[in-house]
């Protein structure tokens, strides 16, 4: 830690830091940083002045912490500019834990992305123990200013109150609406708009689509409201709070779809086998390889767009909630499983 020269300091006195000298001088930390060392880039008026505040303060730099940030900058890759932080709810980190899956596919393209633009990921679990006040603590501490928020696990869930006015900031997914940062996430609409060409173009005309309430909120509706652009009528829709298939038999009977649309390829193991004599798509696949046809979003592809936003926002120096927030849309690959009628899985299984 910086201290206080022996001219100022006793017991009442306070601690002045670099950030002070910086602050009264208007200059970033990094310039009064640079102003004390013999062979830094700094011009020698800015320095003298730098100099000449720092002693009328009492300010001296901390020999033994200028050895060791100088010692730890040299252990870093050469092409090394920051740390970033991703901030992750604790029942999806857990499942990082599994190497592969959505979590881990997420955490792999955050990882990946961020050494694209020679940065690095500090990865921050929001426990009860890890509060906002703590977590701004720990950003400052190793001066972050980068910060990725990965979707929450309910759609409800609100963005956590940190320092955001000193940070900049990307959300993945469409979840997490306020503050508005910018956004990288899957165009559940156009998800939507490619499967129902795709099910026209093979002769499919009675679809309905089974959809999980909070998932419907989490898109904002872009599913729902893609499927009734498309002429299709709300009877057809099949809502529920819970991915049950209790009711769900009967409602498929009284419907009578030729295809079956799923917002997640769980409901495959929810339908009873006697209603699986129709076709099913599943707007979210878990792998380019799943036996469901559907579509795979990639949320690797979709964290590494994160962090190429985020780099973007440091390096135009925005910090707080953007004026003009950008939405980076990704639409997704058609899988062809075997759950639809001539699919070449179908005849080939």
Known sequence: MPRISSKTSNSSSKVISLRHVAESIGVSRMTVSRAFKKNARISPELRKKILQVARQMGYEPDKMVSELMTRFASQRPINYKETFAAIWWPE??????????????????????????????????????????????????????????????????????????????????????????HRAQ?????????????????QYKRPCLLIHSDIDRRTVRAY???????????????????????????????????????????????????????????????????PITGIYQNIESIAKCSVDLLARSRLQHELGEPSDPMLMLTTGTWVEGATLRGSPKEKTG
Request: aromatic share 8%; charged share 20%; with cysteine.
């Open 92 to 181: 999806r980190w857990a499942e990082v834990a599994w190497e592969k899956g959505y979590h881990a596919d997420m955490h792999r393209g955050l990882v990946e992305g961020a050494k694209l633009h020679g940065r690095t990921i500090d990865h921050i679990v929001m426990t009860e123990e890890m509060t906002p006040c703590v977590v701004n603590r720990i950003l400052h501490a190793r001066n972050i200013q980068g910060v990725i928020l990965t979707p929450p696990i309910v759609a409800d869930d609100t963005t956590p109150e940190l320092d955001w006015d000193n940070l900049s900031a990307v959300v993945i997914g469409s979840s997490l609406p306020t503050p508005n940062f």
């Open 186 to 202: 899957p165009s559940h609409y156009n998800v939507m708009v490619k499967t129902l060409e795709t099910l026209r173009s093979r």
């Open 224 to 290: 729902t409201a893609a499927f009734l652009a498309w002429g299709h009528p709300q009877k057809h829709i099949w809502q529920t709070d819970s991915h049950q298939s209790d009711g769900l038999s009967g409602w498929l009977k009284k419907v009578k779809p030729d295809v079956i649309i799923a917002d997640w390829e769980l409901w495959y193991d929810v339908i009873p086998d006697k209603d699986k004599a129709c076709g099913f798509v599943s707007l979210s696949v878990r792998s380019k390889n799943s």
